[in-house]
């Protein structure tokens, strides 16, 4: 059971997020939106250079901002990468650098006036949901989740594609669809660990690692739920009214030494800064955006400030700049 201090702290804590980060600076862009809502895919444990091998994301690719090589934070984590992601901030140079949901973390992020996306949405008066697999967020740290992330609502979903499909297009379909939906898909990452990212020791014909065949199946999976998302809000999408991205916390295939059990391989892990690692997708579908590659300087900090432009609400002076 959580320490009742514990759970106070963290409440107390994603409050000031709130309240004393966002809410009085509101509305500094001062600018008509882009979009009126954001719906933003986090596929764990993707590769950049396993886009190729889906052809939603692909497709979704020729037709948006996007590139296979946005790079992460170190460590190559799961939290780390997800709290960069959605604060603007490379959260390990703040200390955070395990995939705790703990107090320590929430202190990191208020000690140094960092808050997250869904907290910007909030002061702008807007609501945010995030779907979670199974994976991102234990069932017994919801609540922990919930008020580290200071998201709206937290729904968690089972480990297949299917469920966290199908819950976010119940959203998606429904009369009170929020201004920002985070989508979490757990598969990717769980057959990296379970099999590998790679084949070990193989290589394509240009030199690269040879992605896993159960890894690839795990992504071909992930595809198709997004295209059932996609299918929901392709109209949406070509009216200007929502906005559509999809990207990753992290890669794998090269974790030596990331865990102290001698019998896991690097294949099967990942936290270095090793290209395997660190390189992810990003894919970008919204009006008035064009088509572009991303210079290779393109970094999962941007994620958030590319958000937070495309509803043109206020985002913290200490974030990094949006993607375009």
Known sequence: MQNPRTALALLALSVSLVACDVAP???????????????????????????AHMPTLSALRDRGLWTDSMRTVLPSLTVPG???????????????????????????????????????????????????????VPAQRLADAQRLFAVDTLIPADLAEDSVRAQAVTIETGSDRPTLLFVHFSGADLAGHDSGWIVPGATTAAGTDSLAP????????????????WNVVAADVEAGRVAFIVTA??????????????????????????????????VLVAKGVAHAKLPSSARITQVAPTI?????????????GAAY
């Open 25 to 51: 600076t509101v509305g500094g862009a001062g600018s008509a939106a882009t979009t009126e809502r954001v719906i933003l895919v986090s596929v764990d444990g993707l590769r950049g250079d396993a886009m």
């Open 82 to 136: 997800h709290l960069s992601m959605l604060t603007g901030r490379d959260v390990s140079g703040l200390g955070i650098t395990s995939n705790d949901l703990d107090i320590g973390n929430a202190m990191a992020l208020e000690m140094n006036g960092a808050s997250t996306v869904f907290s910007w949405v909030h002061g702008a008066g807007g609501r945010s949901v995030a779907v979670a697999g199974a994976s991102l």
């Open 214 to 229: 159960y890894y690839l199946a795990a992504a071909a999976r992930v595809d198709s739920a997004i295209a059932g998302i």
């Open 249 to 282: 916390d992290h890669g794998g295939g090269h974790g030596q030494r990331c865990i102290a059990t001698p019998d896991v391989p690097a294949f099967r892990e990942h936290c270095s800064g090793a290209g395997g690692d660190v390189r992810i997708p990003f």
């Open 308 to 320: 937070a432009k495309l509803l043109d609400i206020w985002r913290p002076k200490t974030a990094d």
